[in-house]
């Protein structure tokens, strides 16, 4: 675990100021940019007994090994079940949540943080501050945010809440407004591929690419299983003539919903980019025919296609029916023009 060079000097501040840290922390930026490791290492820091000369935890104190071992009694980590990784290609693989069984529960609830009030009346064990990280603080419950939000009206002394945030936008005003905010920056793209040539990951910049610049999300999509699969997605719903969006619905519901939007809005993206300049950007390395595709887009249709890709992405968390959501889509890809039989000129 580390902060990682395009959150350093972040780091390097909060540690700077460890005797006036405010009571709760905000960190909210995008997915995949090492957010939650940063918090962790923070919390490790702020912890241990013997930090290094900036303030980094010494990673041999009785405090830092109790840490890594996921028991120090002054920290607690609030995750929802799926630890905050529904949307995370490599959760499946890891067998968190195999394809078939019933996904976990994708919330924080009123009963997590109940338990945590319990923790932060007990008197601190082995550092004189306590350390609560919620993440992500979206995954909160409306009456999960409401308990949380009494907490932080009446601070506990020695306690520091550090919530962090994919999409604060969806926080409660009143719970964003009881933190200190801090936007942590995703690192130019030149850092974010360096960073991931030093992970030997190969294809870098299409993988960042695919993962709107945030390199440990890009990290992850490197993961074979998940590139064999979006390949065979894309060469599905490029190539197959005619495309039966029922029989696709059926193949794809186990997967998870969030890859297929992503992979649409790819194949959607790139079409759009090569009717108007002739260039792709997210399936460069997939080796398909997309000029030809693009020929037999009906334009009007592609950007409906993307507009409704839009909504649905907002609500991707909470599907009522993925079969539905999924035969509702493909239905209006098969609109746009490629999988017809007879290839319409649009
Ligand atoms: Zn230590």
């Given at each position: 675990m580390e902060i990682y060079p395009w959150h350093n000097s972040i780091g390097m501040r909060l540690l700077e100021n460890k005797s006036h840290l405010p009571h709760a922390l905000l960190l909210s930026g995008?997915?995949?940019?090492?957010k939650r490791d940063f918090g962790l290492v923070l919390a490790q820091s702020l912890l241990c007994q013997a930090p290094v000369e900036n303030g980094?935890?010494?990673?041999?104190c009785s405090s830092c090994n109790w840490f890594q071992q996921g028991n120090h009694p002054d920290f607690r980590l609030l995750e929802p079940d799926s630890g905050g990784e529904m949307n995370e290609p490599d959760a499946e693989a890891k067998g968190k949540?195999?394809?078939?069984a019933k996904k976990p529960s994708a919330f924080i609830t009123v009963s997590m943080i109940r338990a945590l009030l319990d923790f932060t009346h007990l008197s601190t064990y082995a550092a004189n501050m306590r350390i609560v990280l919620i993440h992500p603080a979206e995954a909160m419950n409306p009456q999960a945010a409401n308990s949380l939000l009494k907490t932080l009206e009446e601070p506990i002394p020695d306690t520091l809440f550090i919530l962090i945030s994919?999409?604060?936008?969806?926080?409660?005003p009143t719970i964003r407004s009881r933190c200190h905010s801090i936007a942590m920056p995703l690192p130019s793209r030149s850092e974010a591929k360096e960073w991931l040539q030093r992970q030997q990951v190969d294809h870098p910049d299409s993988l960042l690419a695919q993962a709107g610049f945030a390199p440990l999300a890009a990290a992850r999509l490197a993961e074979r299983e998940y590139q064999a699969r979006r390949h065979a997605f894309l060469s599905r719903v490029l190539q197959?003539?005619?495309?039966n969006p029922l029989a696709l619905s059926s193949d794809y519901e186990k997967i998870d919903l969030s890859w297929i939007i992503n992979w649409l809005q790819t194949i959607a993206y790139d079409l759009l980019s090569i009717k108007l300049t002739g260039k792709s950007r997210y399936?460069?390395?997939?080796?398909?025919?997309l000029p030809e595709c693009a020929k037999r887009v009906n334009l009007m249709k592609l950007i409906d296609f993307q507009n409704e890709l839009a909504v649905i992405q907002r609500h991707v968390n909470h599907p009522l029916n993925t079969r539905l959501v999924l035969e509702q889509l493909f239905l209006s890809y098969l609109e746009v023009g490629i999988g017809h039989q007879a290839a319409s000129h649009g």
């Open positions: 995008r997915k995949g940019i090492g980094v935890a010494c990673n041999r949540h195999p394809a078939g994919h999409q604060q936008h969806q926080l409660l197959e003539k005619p495309l399936l460069a390395d997939c080796a398909l025919d």
